[in-house]
């Protein structure tokens, strides 16, 4: 369901507030809050208390901790708006954009906690930081993408770019973890994005969609486009680095890839409210 009418200039600047609300809340609970109340409000997996799966998502270790987490942020939540008002859904983004900040960490740090307590039940430190709502962030991100693909050319060519998408992002996820190209899995990836191209066209009885390619708003979009997938690829790598301890800092991936899934759902659930 998109809006109906242009966003007017104080509408735009209640959405800059809130977006800006975030990194505010962050930079005051680190720098402005005594470490023993972070400490409290911090996951401890081996003694959880119940607010802590909330109130994790919000504290953070260390400045660089703080300030990867913020740039991820500020990336994926930026296009993600612009698309949303490129495709006329603001409120949409509101929608998403409050649910991902209430929902997000409640089900991330269950998760952590299922997690370490099963793979890891001695573990006696903290789980703390923003990097699973960054996913969910990029979740959302993924899917506005698609969304503006669909009202800008159809469901077909929507279809076709977003599960391309999503299995170009899993082999740069193969790539990172192996430290090269597989073939079996480039060839899968490359078998799927072939299959869904050639299934759209026999829909279509073979008929290339109509596209004015030499047109200027055409090139514009190619360009957004590449854009787009460009931040996508280096968040998912983000997200998901080769090396997950430094400076003693445990990458929680598991709780990234959560967060992401979760900025799917709930971006897509909540599309057609």
């Known amino acids: 369901m998109t809006d109906t009418g242009t ?10 507030l809130l977006l800006l609300s975030i990194p505010g809340l962050l930079s005051v609970v680190y720098f402005l809050t005594p ?6 409000l911090a996951l401890t997996p081996s003694d959880p208390q119940w ?3 909330f109130t994790a998502a919000y504290v953070h270790a260390s400045v660089s901790h703080l300030s990867g987490n913020l ?19 603001r409120q949409w ?4 954009t409050i649910a991902l900040l209430l929902v997000t960490p409640i ?22 930081g923003f990097s699973g709502v960054v996913g969910g962030f990029v979740g959302f991100l993924l899917v506005a993408f698609v969304v503006a693909v669909k009202d800008t050319y159809g469901s077909e060519l929507a279809k076709v770019v977003g599960e391309s998408l999503v299995l170009f992002l899993m082999l740069l996820v193969s790539v990172v ?13 490359t078998f799927g994005i072939g299959l869904q191209v050639i299934g759209t066209l026999y829909e279509r009885d073979w008929e290339l969609p109509m596209v004015d390619v ?29 090396g997950l301890v430094e400076g003693g800092t445990f990458t929680n991936i598991v709780g990234h890839g959560v967060g992401l899934i979760v900025g799917v759902l709930v971006s897509t659930g909540l599309k057609n409210i």
């Open 107 to 128: 089900v991330v740090n269950v998760g952590n906690l299922l997690a370490f307590g099963t793979f890891l039940p001695e573990n006696t430190g903290y789980s703390r």
């Open 71 to 89: 740039i991820g942020y500020f990336l994926a939540v930026g296009f993600a708006y612009g698309l949303c008002l490129h495709t006329n859904r």
């Open 35 to 40: 470490t023993t109340l972070q400490q409290q």
């Open 214 to 242: 030499a047109s200027r708003a055409f090139a514009f979009r190619v360009v957004s486009g590449g854009l787009v997938v460009t931040v996508l690829a280096v968040l998912v790598v983000s997200l998901f680095p080769v």
């Open 93 to 96: 983004f509101r929608r998403t």
């Open 177 to 189: 973890y192996s430290g090269g190209i597989q073939p079996l899995v480039a060839g899968l990836v």
């Open 7 to 16: 966003p007017v200039r104080y509408e735009i600047g209640s959405d800059v």
């Open 51 to 53: 607010y802590t799966v």
